[in-house]
């Protein structure tokens, strides 16, 4: 699986060197995908089917790497290594039962974004996103304004959870960019009816869906993912100098 959604990684194709090895029926044993002087994305299925040079190996700054190819950096020292859950859901979506006192609401942009950026730097210590970054997300070729979802709380008529996807009809993949709740309003299964409902808006327009998060997060998020019927064992690493 790659490291993010693919229209992401074709985004990246512009102005790249990509790097393919196949064995001689024509199966992939290991790619990647270079742009300037980062490795952006490189999976191999053995460090036997290494397609890197030493060289590249000892002096790139960044690479986003599969964890089966990490052996292949372990003589390296770099100043920033996080690791990067990728899960995969198909099939199926579970029934969405939304908490008691809680609605679903669609996110309007046009009125909504302070409340959108106002929410996630609530749920957030490190992210910092603006109004002007949420606006980007709107321009992404795979926006679509029907997978912008609050979670609100009925008595105090106010937002506290959303969830973000985007739709890549081409592919055609679903991917969660976004999934958060207020902290005073966890442990009461708004992160899973988030999931839940989102799957279920893109059931019937995505072959599958997929989404990823850093493994070490005290919130554990593959598990609420998981428990949505997410499935995968793949990681990838973040390597900087």
């Known amino acids: ?42 999976w191999c299925a053995s460090t036997g089917s290494n ?4 060289d590249q190996i000892g002096h790139v700054p960044f690479a986003l790497v599969h964890e089966q190819c990490l052996p292949l950096f372990e003589k390296r020292s770099f100043s920033n290594r996080q690791a990067y859950f990728r899960l995969k859901h198909s099939g199926e979506p579970q029934p969405v039962d939304c908490p008691e006192g809680f609605v679903f609401k669609t996110v309007a942009p046009q009125v909504d974004l302070p409340a959108v950026v106002s929410l996630i730097r609530s749920c957030y210590r490190n992210i910092k996103v603006d109004q002007a970054i ?22 105090q008529n106010k937002p506290v959870g959303l969830g973000i996807a985007e739709l890549d009809q ?59 019927g997410f ?6 690493w973040l390597l900087r100098s």
């Open 134 to 155: 949420v606006e980007q997300w709107l321009r992404h070729p795979v926006y679509d304004p029907e997978l912008w979802v609050w979670i609100y709380d009925q008595a």
């Open 170 to 228: 081409q592919v055609p993949e679903a991917s969660l960019e976004w999934v958060q709740v207020l902290p005073s309003y966890h442990k009461r299964g708004l992160g899973t009816a988030i999931v839940r409902e989102l799957l279920a808006r893109v059931d019937g327009k995505a072959a599958f869906t997929t989404v990823s998060g850093e493994v070490n997060n005290r919130s554990k998020p593959a598990q609420l993912y998981r428990k949505c």
């Open 51 to 54: 397609l890197l040079e030493q």
């Open 231 to 236: 499935t995968g064992d793949d990681v990838w």
């Open 1 to 42: 699986m790659l490291p993010n959604a693919y229209w992401k990684t074709a985004a990246d194709l512009e102005d790249a060197e990509l790097l393919l090895n196949r064995d001689q029926d024509g199966e992939l044993l290991a790619f990647g995908l270079w742009k300037e002087s980062g490795l952006m994305a490189y």
